[in-house]
């Protein structure tokens, strides 16, 4: 026989043992108490949330022979419904039986007196997914409901509801369980079960759970098969692609000394562990969060992931408006990992774009005015001038936006044996081994090569984001000196997403038909800068900032 599962066995069967949802235990106890049950219930909210649990809960309560004590446990009436064969609790699953024909039938034996208890109770699961037809007659029993019939409505999506159900319903929104109480029902549990299994562990399966607790109990009942009832929070991380604390600060770190190798490294070791990224991601924003807060409230109370000796050493290196600055574009590469074909390659330009900004993240820190200043002794015939303090600069991201004529315009110059010079060239990129070059390259891999012309190639992708990230003007041109050196393609790039490509070709087709196609565009390449070779004295200005360097006469 099947083992039961998890969030089977420790279904709740009466009020008192429903984990979280207070204001809605207590306000359907007190309405049975008082005797003002009404005619239809609708329970909204997340799934793994306690909906279905509640509706039969309820269901049972109204039966009971027991007022005072209802659900009692121990009447027949309770436990034919925890048997599942009372005949007046009718469960129905909306997904499967979404026809007008079966609500029809539920109508009328909704007509039929009660067998067994007080009342008839209709459970309906899923009931967004009933047909209009079938909604509408429900609609209309709503309206005008038997006598001694309850209707309890469950659902995931109430927007997908008639609102005329909704406003004849008493309606209850269910929220996300806390991780707190999933952590301590999934400890009760497994002290039930004999399973092993650490605090830090429960919290780390109730953070997967996201607020159900059907969830929690199923990755319980996994665990625990895998680690033989003995369950570690390590054990949790490698089943389910995690990743430590610790590891994330050191990223975090690596980002904010502009160690370019070694967050190429640990993203790479990332890519073969198979972490979540949007996980990772949420806990490198949860980690810069508390820092901010700790940095402006300095109270451990607020603190939800690190401790405060974690939040102090990173205010040593850093301060809070970089924490947030980081926090803000870790949170918009989120949105871009849907909308790309490799997750991983976009987190690491985004990581890469963090540590190897012009100036170091950790600069402007309060605390940068302690490190003692770097002192270059020099011939006694050099001038000495006191350096300059540099004005803050904020620049605006420009990115190019192209339109359908701007692209007609391009692909007028466009030829085959152009396009075919184009994709030898960025054939080469996969046998570049420069880290420097990493964040380029992994754009790029991204990509298709498009229609391409003489000073132009087309570069096509299914992101906007990434599009937009390449026509940015300075990631263009850094984009052209890169392929250029490296690739020795010296045409001007030009990105376009799949759907723009599409409609420009089929315009294109529409307009050479009527001959109005326009003139080629003009294009204007990037001139190389020539840089010139620093003096000692520059190179060490540019490690350490000019505000933390002394030049003084020799000797």
């Known amino acids: 026989m099947a083992r039961t599962a998890l969030y089977q066995k420790y279904r709740s069967s009466t009020f008192d043992e429903v984990v979280g949802q207070e204001h809605i235990v207590q306000a359907i106890k007190n309405a049975i108490k008082q005797e003002k049950v009404t005619h239809a219930y609708l329970f909204c909210g997340p799934r793994g949330t306690g909906k279905t649990t509640m509706a039969r809960i309820l269901a049972k309560a109204v039966n009971c022979e027991n007022k005072a004590e209802a659900p009692c446990e121990k009447c027949e009436n309770c436990l034919a419904a925890n048997d599942g064969t009372h005949p007046d609790i009718i469960e129905i699953n909306a997904a499967n039986e979404t026809h007008v024909e079966n609500i029809r039938d539920l109508i009328e034996r909704a007509r039929l007196a009660p067998m067994q208890g007080e009342n008839k109770i209709y459970i309906i699961d899923e009931v967004h997914q009933l047909s209009s037809a079938a909604s509408s007659a429900l609609l209309k029993t709503l309206e005008e409901p038997p006598e001694n019939v309850i209707f309890i409505l469950a659902t995931t999506d109430p927007q997908k509801l008639l609102p005329t159900i909704i406003s004849r319903c008493q309606r209850y929104d269910f929220t996300k369980i806390t991780t707190k109480q999933i952590a301590n029902h999934l400890m009760h549990v497994a002290n039930s079960e004999n399973i092993k299994l650490e605090e830090s562990a429960a919290y780390t399966i109730a953070q997967l759970a996201e607020g159900g607790m059907r969830d929690a109990l199923s990755i319980l009942d996994q665990s625990a098969s895998y680690s033989a009832d003995n369950i570690t929070e390590e054990e949790i991380e490698r089943v389910y692609g995690l990743s430590t604390n610790e590891e994330k600060l050191e990223l975090i770190k690596d980002m904010l000394a502009c160690n370019v190798e070694g967050v190429i ?291």
């Open 265 to 555: 490294k640990r993203v790479e070791t990332y890519e073969e562990k198979g972490i979540d990224l949007q996980r990772f991601t949420d806990g490198l924003i949860d980690i810069l969060k508390d820092t901010v807060v700790f940095g402006h409230t300095q109270k451990s109370n607020l603190l939800k992931t690190i401790d405060v000796n974690t939040a102090a050493d990173l205010l040593e290196v850093t301060n809070v408006d970089t924490c947030m600055q980081m926090a803000e574009e870790l949170l918009q590469a989120k949105e871009k990992y849907k909308f790309t074909t490799s997750a991983i390659n976009c987190f690491e330009v985004v990581c890469l774009a963090l540590a190897t900004r012009e100036k170091p993240l950790n600069k402007g820190n309060e605390r940068v005015s302690e490190i003692k200043p770097v002192v270059i002794k020099e011939h006694a015939s050099m001038d000495v001038k006191e350096p300059e303090k540099k004005e803050k600069i904020t620049k605006e991201v420009e990115t190019k936006k192209y339109s359908q004529e701007d692209i007609l315009s391009l692909l007028v110059q466009c030829n085959k044996e152009e396009k075919q010079k184009s994709e030898d060239s960025f054939a080469k990129l996969s046998s570049i081994e420069d880290l420097s070059v990493k964040k380029y390259i992994a754009l790029l891999n991204d990509i298709v090569v498009g229609p391409a012309g003489k000073d132009c190639v087309l570069l096509i992708t299914k992101s906007d984001a990434i599009s937009e990230i390449i026509n940015e003007a300075e990631m263009n041109k850094e984009l052209y000196m890169f392929t250029r050196e490296y690739l020795n393609n010296k045409k001007m790039l030009f990105a376009l997403t799949e759907n723009e490509l599409k409609d420009a070709t089929e315009e294109f087709r529409n307009r050479m038909q009527t001959n109005t196609l326009p003139e080629a565009m003009k294009i204007k390449k990037y001139k190389a800068e020539k840089k010139s070779e620093q003096t000692p004295e520059e190179k060490v200005i540019e490690l350490f900032g000019e505000e933390n360097v002394e030049i003084i006469g020799g000797e």
